[in-house]
C-alpha cells in the first residue's frame, strides 16, 4: 500500500499554541496523489472475489504519473537553466547558492509537480539570535515536499508566512522539527522546534536558536507549484498535481500494460497429452489406497495437460498456440499515453510505445506540439516567480544577518532551455538558404553568431562588409 505520509498533528498543535491555523484541507489529496505517483494503491493492489474466497491481485504498470512529473522537470530544471544578474553583488551571490541550480532541484520539481506543491525554505547554520552580525554563518537552501509544508498566512495568490517539517539529526540523535517562518516587526523570523520521533514531545537540546530574526524583510521562503488551477479548495495556498485530469489516462495506460503482459502469459504454448504418453508410478498411500502419480517433463508442468484417450486414430500430442494480440495491446498502450500527454499538458504525442524500442519521447513531433508550447510558458513563469522570490530571500538573509554587500531588489534574469519548442535545424536550414540566396554579409555575421558561438566581433572580423567596386572604365 502507498507510504503513509504523515499528518505532523504535533506540528499543528505546535503551530497552534503560537496562533496560527495551518491550512491542511489538501493533506488527504495530496496522498492521493503520492498513491498514483508510486503506483502503489488499491487499484493497483487489490482483491478479486471468486466464488466465497478473495485473491490479491496486481496491475503492472509504466509508472505513468511519474512519467509526467518527470517529463515537465526534465523540460524545466536542467543544466541549460540560467540564473543571472547584472548586479555584480547579486551575482556572487548567485554564485555561491545557486550554481546548478536547475540540475540540482530536478528531482524536486518532479515530486513538486507531481503533489501540487514543493517549497524551498532558507536554513541558516553556524549563528545564535544575539542581534549580531554573522558573517560565517551559513546560509543554505532546503526543499520541502507537499505534505511537509503548512501554510500559516496566505491569500488568493501568495503565501506570507509557513511552516515545514522535517527530521533532523543532532548530536548523533534525530529529532522531528518544525520550523516556522514569519513576519515579526517587519522581519522575517524562523522559529525552530525539535519533537521526540517516538512521544512526539517537545525536547529543548541546548545549540539550537529557538528564533531567529534574520532581520531580512524579504520573504525566506518560495513555494513550488505547477501552473494548474486547484480545483478541490479555493482561496488555498497549496496547488494541485500535474496528473490532476490524468487519472482515467493513467489506469488506461496501466491497464493496457497489464493487458499485454496477461496475453503473453496465457499465450504460452499448451501441450495436451493423453495419459497413455506420460509416465505414471502407482503407490500405496498410508491408509493403503493406490495412488497413481503422473510424471510431465519436469519444468514444463505448467504447460502440459493429461487428457484422457481419445478415439483410435486420435493424436495423443496436441499443441495449442493462443494469440498474443501484441498489436492490439500496443496500440492500447499508446492509446493511454496519448490521453496522458493531453490531459498533462505535454501535447499528443510525447511518448510512444512499440515492441522494439519500448517506450520513447517523441521528440520529432515534440517542436510542433503549441499545447506544449503553451503550458510549458505557463510554468516557466510559476517557476520563475518562485526563484526570483527565493533568490531575493537568500540575498536578504546575506543582507541582514551576515553583513554581505548586496542589493537584493537588483534585476534578475531567468532563462530556461526552449530548445524542445524550437527546432534548431530547420532554423539553421533556413538561415543557410537565406544567406546562398542573397549572400549578404550581415546574415553570415548572425549565422556565426548564433549557431557557431562566435562574439559580435568575432563574427564581424571573419565575415567583414564587401566594399563596393567602382568600374572606372565605365
Request: net charge negative.
Amino acid at each position: 500500500m502507498a507510504e503513509e505520509r504523515g499528518t505532523y498533528a504535533f506540528a499543528v498543535e505546535w503551530l497552534k499554541m503560537l496562533g496560527y491555523s495551518p491550512d491542511v484541507r489538501m493533506a488527504s489529496t495530496i496522498s492521493t496523489y503520492w498513491g498514483w505517483y508510486t503506483a502503489d494503491n488499491q487499484w493497483y493492489h487489490y482483491r478479486a472475489k471468486r466464488g466465497f474466497k478473495l485473491f490479491k491481485s496486481d496491475r503492472e504498470t509504466l509508472h505513468p504519473a511519474a512519467l509526467a512529473a518527470e517529463a515537465w522537470s526534465d523540460l524545466l530544471m536542467n543544466e541549460k537553466l540560467e540564473i543571472k544578474a547584472e548586479d555584480e553583488s547579486l551575482q556572487e551571490v548567485l554564485d555561491a547558492h545557486f550554481g546548478d541550480f536547475g540540475v540540482n532541484q530536478a528531482d524536486f520539481t518532479t515530486r513538486a509537480f507531481a503533489l501540487g506543491t514543493g517549497a524551498w525554505a532558507i536554513g541558516v547554520d553556524d549563528v545564535s539570535d544575539d542581534g549580531m552580525m554573522h558573517p560565517d554563518a551559513r546560509v543554505k537552501v532546503e526543499d520541502y515536499d507537499a505534505q511537509q509544508v503548512l501554510p500559516l498566512t496566505w491569500s488568493a495568490d501568495s503565501c506570507t508566512q509557513c511552516a515545514f517539517v522535517t527530521r533532523v539529526e543532532l548530536d548523533g540523535r534525530d529529532y522531528d522539527q518544525c520550523q516556522a517562518h514569519i513576519l515579526l516587526g517587519g522581519t522575517y523570523h524562523i522559529l525552530t522546534q525539535l519533537f521526540d520521533v517516538k512521544s512526539h514531545r517537545m525536547v529543548f537540546p541546548e545549540g539550537v536558536t529557538t528564533d531567529l530574526d534574520t532581520g531580512s524583510p524579504f520573504q525566506t521562503f518560495a513555494l513550488v507549484k505547477p501552473a494548474v488551477p486547484n480545483s478541490h479548495f479555493s482561496y488555498c495556498a497549496m496547488g494541485a498535481s500535474i496528473f490532476e485530469k490524468g487519472i482515467s489516462a493513467i489506469k488506461s495506460v496501466d491497464e493496457a500494460l497489464t493487458s499485454l503482459l496477461v496475453h503473453l502469459r496465457v499465450a504460452r504454448p499448451k501441450m495436451f497429452v493423453t495419459d497413455t504418453m506420460i509416465e505414471k508410478k502407482t503407490s500405496k498411500s498410508m491408509n493403503g489406497k493406490k495412488v497413481t502419480e503422473y510424471y510431465a517433463f519436469g519444468e514444463a508442468d505448467d504447460i502440459t495437460f493429461r487428457t484422457p484417450p481419445g478415439e483410435e486414430g486420435t493424436d495423443p500430442l496436441k499443441v495449442v498456440q493462443p494469440e498474443m494480440r501484441i498489436a492490439d495491446n500496443e496500440a492500447a498502450i499508446n492509446a493511454g499515453l496519448k490521453m496522458l500527454s493531453i490531459t498533462c499538458g505535454l501535447g499528443d504525442n510525447y511518448w510512444a510505445w512499440d515492441h522494439k524500442d519500448g517506450l520513447k519521447t517523441a521528440t520529432e513531433v515534440v517542436s510542433d506540439s503549441s499545447m506544449l508550447a503553451r503550458t510549458l510558458r505557463k510554468h516557466q513563469n510559476a517557476l520563475k516567480g518562485s526563484i526570483t522570490e527565493l533568490v531575493r530571500g537568500v540575498a536578504g538573509v546575506c543582507k541582514h544577518l551576515c553583513g554581505t554587500k548586496v542589493d537584493p531588489t537588483a534585476e534578475v534574469s531567468i532563462d530556461f532551455d526552449d530548445s524542445v519548442i524550437t527546432d534548431t535545424q530547420s532554423d539553421k536550414n533556413m538561415a543557410l538558404t537565406e544567406i546562398s540566396m542573397l549572400g549578404i554579409p550581415a546574415l553570415k555575421r548572425k549565422y556565426l553568431e548564433d549557431y557557431c558561438g562566435f562574439s559580435e566581433d568575432e563574427a564581424a572580423a571573419a565575415v567583414p562588409d564587401q566594399a563596393v567596386a567602382i568600374d572606372y572604365g565605365a
